[in-house]
Antibody
């Protein structure tokens, strides 16, 4: 079965770039029908979709994000990544990676999440 | 932009009681409505997709219904392990997707 696992620094300084990687096992990023996604959850708050990448490299992003985001595929095609530039304290959140099923329009499965704190 | 609202914000019930959670969309989302369960300290888990289909391994006490703009998640008989926050999500106007604000279920 497919499993996703986030990794990256837990602390990022304001104005710097937040970088996270999601490792995918049990499935190929090159398989069509899925978008590889990032979602975040601010402390005690709800879920906010950040963006997707398709195996072709096509991407879509949440236009409401204040910090510019980039979602990209790793050349190994077993990982994908998230970069948020010029972060502020408002970007402190748990970041989840998830597989988005294009047929049913759902996120399944999810990674366990990675807490990233933006602070000096 | 389609906005989802959920009610109530918190639901406090006893074991064995029936829980009814509501999700309303600002415009029709057809059948593109899903529900997720997030237990404290855990990642969300897909419960229901396509309004009423249970995801793999989800107990039969969870059911979804509705159409257009009004949807319901029902837990027929609450178990202690159902303590969680439940989110609805739509993708009718994909690629953006939207989540509702969540309903917290306490026992």
């Amino acid at each position: 079965q497919v499993q996703l696992q986030e990794s990256g620094p837990g602390l990022v300084e304001p104005s710097q770039t937040l970088s996270l990687t999601c490792s995918v096992s049990g499935d190929s990023i090159n398989s069509g029908g899925y978008y590889w996604s990032w979602i975040r959850q601010h402390p005690g708050k709800g879920l906010e979709w950040i963006g997707y990448v398709y195996y072709s490299g096509s991407t879509y992003y949440n236009p409401a994000l204040k910090s510019p985001a980039t979602v990209s595929l790793d050349t190994s095609r077993t990982q994908f990544s998230l970069k948020l530039t010029s972060v502020t304290a408002a970007d402190t959140a748990v970041y989840y990676c998830a597989r988005f099923d294009m047929v049913w329009g759902v996120f399944d499965p999810w990674g366990q999440g990675a807490l990233v704190t933006v602070s000096s | 932009e389609i906005v989802l609202t959920q009610s109530p914000a918190t639901l406090s019930l006893s074991p064995g009681e029936r829980a009814t959670l509501s999700c309303r969309a600002s415009q029709s989302v057809g059948s593109s409505l899903a529900w997720y369960q997030q237990k404290p300290g855990q990642a969300p888990r897909l419960l229901i997709y396509g309004v009423s289909d249970r995801a793999t391994g989800i107990p039969a006490r969870f059911s979804g219904s509705g159409s257009g703009t009004d949807f319901t998640l029902t837990i027929s008989s609450l178990e202690p392990e159902d303590v969680a926050t439940y989110y609805c999500q739509q993708r009718s106007n994909w690629p953006p997707v939207a989540f509702g604000p969540g309903t917290k279920v306490d026992i």
